[in-house]
Nanobody, 115 residues
Framework: VQLQAYGGGLVQAGGSLRLSCAAS????????TGWYRQVPGKQRDLVAT???????NYAENVKGRFTISRDNAKNTVFLQMDSLKAEDTGVYYC??????????WGQGTEVTVSS
């Protein structure tokens, strides 16, 4: 049972990346799933979430630039990131909210935006 995040990399400011979070052992559409960003020395911050019902929520600083989506057939959640800024740099983690007390985390994928 795991989440595998991938798709990060180095991109210039203004560019785009698409992150993927592939689930195995769970049906990811059953749970609220989110993308979170962490930079060294700081806490892991919410970027976007997608509920099992399809409702989305975004951090203010990514609204209009990032889009979270899901492909049920592929059991995968995506984060499309457009108009990237230097402050979007960090390690991105996907998390599936299994219950009120437990979030299953993927291993993280690093995004670096050069200005």
């Amino acid at each position: 049972v795991q989440l595998q995040a991938y798709g990060g990399g180095l991109v210039q400011a203004g560019g785009s990346l698409r992150l993927s979070c592939a689930a195995s052992g769970i049906i990811i559409s059953t749970y609220t799933t989110g993308w979170y960003r962490q930079v060294p020395g700081k806490q892991r911050d919410l970027v976007a979430t997608l509920t099992n019902g399809g409702n989305t929520n975004y951090a203010e600083n990514v609204k209009g630039r990032f889009t979270i989506s899901r492909d049920n057939a592929k059991n995968t959640v995506f984060l499309q990131m457009d108009s990237l800024k230097a402050e979007d740099t960090g390690v991105y983690y996907c998390g599936a909210h299994i219950n009120a007390n437990y979030v299953m985390w993927g291993q993280g994928t690093e995004v670096t935006v050069s200005s």
